[in-house]
C-alpha cells in the first residue's frame, strides 16, 4: 500500500527558504499517471493549497503564493520536493504531501502523508 | 475567509442525523464535483466522499454526500462517537485554477 512521509526543517528563520521531502513508499511514484500536491494547514486553522506537480511535468501554484513555490518531482529517488522562498510567520503550517485523482469532472486528494510542522520564527 | 462557505461547527447526539452544508459558486460547483474530507486532531485529512456522493472504499454507509446547484452537503446518519472531528468540503475552482476548501465543520457529539 502506498504511503508518503513528509520531513524537513521545522524551524525557518523570516526570510529564508523552506525546504521539504515527501517520500513515497510501497509504490512507484511514476506508476499510474499521478499529479503530486502540497497542501498546508495554519495551526488551529483551514486547509489551503499550496500547489502541484501534474505526471506529465507540469506545474500548477496557487496565486496567493506568487511565485515563491517550487515543486518538484524525482522519480529516481521516489520523492516530492517543496521550496518555499521568503517565508514570513504567515507561513508556519503543517505541511501534507497527496496524490491527486483529476478528471473531467473531479479533482481530489486520495492519499496523504501524516504531514509535518513546519513553524517560521527568528 | 475561505472560497467555499461551511458553518463552524454542529453537534448532535448519538444515533441522530447531522448535515454539514457547503456553499460554492459557479466557478466551482458549477462545473466540477465536491468532495468530503475528514480530520481528526493532530491527524491528516482523510478522503470520505469523492464525485458528490461516491464513498471511498471503507468508508461506512452512514455518510453520504449530496450537490444541487452551488450547495453541497454531507450527511451523517446515526451519528457515533468516533464520527466526532473536522469535516472539510472541497472542488476544483476556475477562478483559482486549483482546488479550494470551506473553512472546516467541527461536528460534535454530545
Known amino acids: 500500500q502506498l504511503q508518503l512521509q513528509e520531513s524537513g526543517s521545522g524551524l525557518v528563520k523570516p526570510s529564508q527558504t523552506l525546504s521539504l521531502t515527501c517520500a513515497v513508499s510501497g509504490g512507484s511514484i511514476s506508476s499510474g499517471g499521478f499529479s503530486w500536491s502540497w497542501i498546508r494547514q495554519p495551526p488551529g486553522k483551514g486547509l489551503e493549497w499550496i500547489g502541484h506537480?501534474?505526471?506529465?511535468?507540469?506545474?500548477s501554484n496557487n496565486p496567493s503564493l506568487k511565485s515563491r513555490v517550487t515543486i518538484s518531482v524525482d522519480r529516481s529517488k521516489n520523492k516530492i520536493s517543496l521550496q518555499l522562498t521568503s517565508v514570513t510567520a504567515a507561513d508556519t503550517a503543517v505541511y501534507f504531501c497527496?496524490?491527486?485523482?483529476?478528471?473531467?469532472?473531479?479533482?481530489?486528494?486520495?492519499?496523504w502523508g501524516r504531514g509535518t510542522l513546519v513553524i517560521v520564527s527568528s | 475567509q475561505s472560497v467555499l462557505t461551511q458553518p463552524p461547527s454542529t453537534s448532535g447526539t448519538p444515533g441522530q442525523r447531522v448535515t454539514i452544508s457547503c456553499s460554492g459558486s459557479?466557478?466551482?460547483?458549477?462545473?466540477?464535483?465536491v468532495n468530503w474530507y475528514q480530520q481528526f486532531p493532530g491527524a491528516a485529512p482523510k478522503l470520505l466522499i469523492y464525485?458528490?456522493?461516491q464513498r471511498l472504499s471503507g468508508i461506512p454507509d452512514r455518510f453520504s454526500g449530496s450537490k444541487s446547484g452551488t450547495s453541497a452537503s454531507l450527511a451523517i446518519s446515526g451519528l457515533q462517537s468516533e464520527d466526532e472531528a473536522d469535516y472539510y468540503c472541497?472542488?476544483?475552482?476556475?477562478?483559482?485554477?486549483?482546488?479550494?476548501f470551506g473553512g472546516g465543520t467541527k461536528v460534535t457529539v454530545l
Open positions: 464525485s458528490d456522493n
Open positions: 472541497a472542488a476544483w475552482d476556475d477562478s483559482l485554477s486549483g482546488p479550494v
Open positions: 459557479i466557478s466551482n460547483f458549477g462545473s466540477y464535483a
Open positions: 497527496a496524490r491527486v485523482i483529476y478528471g473531467d469532472y473531479d479533482w481530489y486528494f486520495d492519499l
Open positions: 506537480r501534474h505526471h506529465s511535468g507540469r506545474s
